[in-house]
């Protein structure tokens, strides 16, 4: 296998270990707060403070959704923890996020089979009258059920603190960087941060959204889709004020801070590339002109085939 097969690979299974690490955090998120919800709920209506409720079989069953659980756990986190372990592990180390992501599948696995326990077997003591082992059971999951639920939630914390810190290193991956502007309309995209891809932009470029609208058109430019790269590049045309006040922070920060030698430097100045961005819009427009003039069909990017 070619060294250049081998990087694409590589970057599939990033935009892949991207897609499925927001995609389980948007479902758990979902599935913790309809738990808070009915918790704080059944506390209101019988008065009694959440750490001293007991509930029934029935409703501590209903507290959670085994399907969901297991479409969390089998769906999205353990491929997602199958690719770490195939980027990030080697014999002698690994990263932070595969240790992470592998320990929230051990810990959902765990609170998936207490609430089956819950579901399935409690009833069946209830109906023989058999206090002991109810009693058992039930006591067990008012325990298990919060302490998991606040690990996991704990765990998808660190975890995204990890990944923020890492997508820095998938900027110069066309196929992260196609992938996550293709999406961007997506669930897990649009509900993993209040401002969506433009906060991912903002882990991932010192400029935000506007070094990532302009690196995504320039990759759709110089592959002749001009008509995706267009639209790219007026979304950064509208990030040009946003990123010409960032640009003047980061620019008192490094004169302040001169003489640190911590070495980072400032990116590239906003006003040279908004002159790139409007002399590439300008020749996009010409170019289509003359196509509209000679009535060929502009070339049309197919993310299938990307």
Request: aromatic share 12%.
């Amino acid at each position: 296998m070619s060294v250049q097969n081998t990087l694409q690979i590589q970057a599939h299974r990033t935009w892949l270990i991207i897609r499925y690490f927001y995609l389980s955090l948007v479902q758990f998120r979902r599935e913790y707060e309809r738990y808070e919800n009915k918790v704080m709920n059944y506390s209101r209506i019988s008065g009694i403070d959440r750490e001293s409720l007991r509930l029934n079989t029935e409703e501590l069953a209903g507290l959670l959704e085994f399907k969901s659980l297991e479409s969390l756990r089998d769906g999205y986190i353990q491929k997602l923890k199958n690719l770490c372990h195939s980027v990030f592990r080697t014999e002698d180390r690994t990263d932070p996020l595969d240790r992470y992501v592998s320990d929230i599948f051990h810990e959902v696995s765990i609170l998936k089979e207490e609430h089956y326990t819950v579901k399935t077997y409690a009833p069946q003591y209830e109906r023989d009258s058999d206090e002991v082992e109810l009693g058992f059971i039930l006591d067990d999951a008012h325990t298990v059920f919060p302490k998991k639920l606040a690990q996991i939630r704990y765990l998808f914390g660190k975890a995204r603190e990890r990944m923020e810190k890492i997508l820095p290193e998938m900027r110069s991956m066309s196929i992260v960087v196609r992938s996550l502007y293709l999406h961007r309309s997506e669930d897990f995209i649009r509900n993993a941060y209040p401002k969506g891809l433009k906060a991912i932009y903002s882990h991932m470029y010192p400029l935000g959204a506007f070094e990532g609208y302009y690196q995504v058109a320039q990759s759709f430019y110089h592959s002749s889709f001009f008509r995706e790269a267009l639209k790219a590049f007026r979304l950064a045309e509208n990030e040009y004020s946003a990123a010409t006040s960032r640009f003047k922070e980061l620019k008192q920060l490094e004169d302040n801070e001169a003489g640190s030698g911590n070495g980072e430097g400032l990116p590239r100045d906003p006003r040279w590339t908004i002159r790139s961005i409007r002399a590439k819009i300008g020749r996009i427009q010409k170019r289509r002109g003359k196509t509209r003039n000679t009535r060929i069909k502009p070339k049309r990017f197919d993310a299938a085939k990307e």
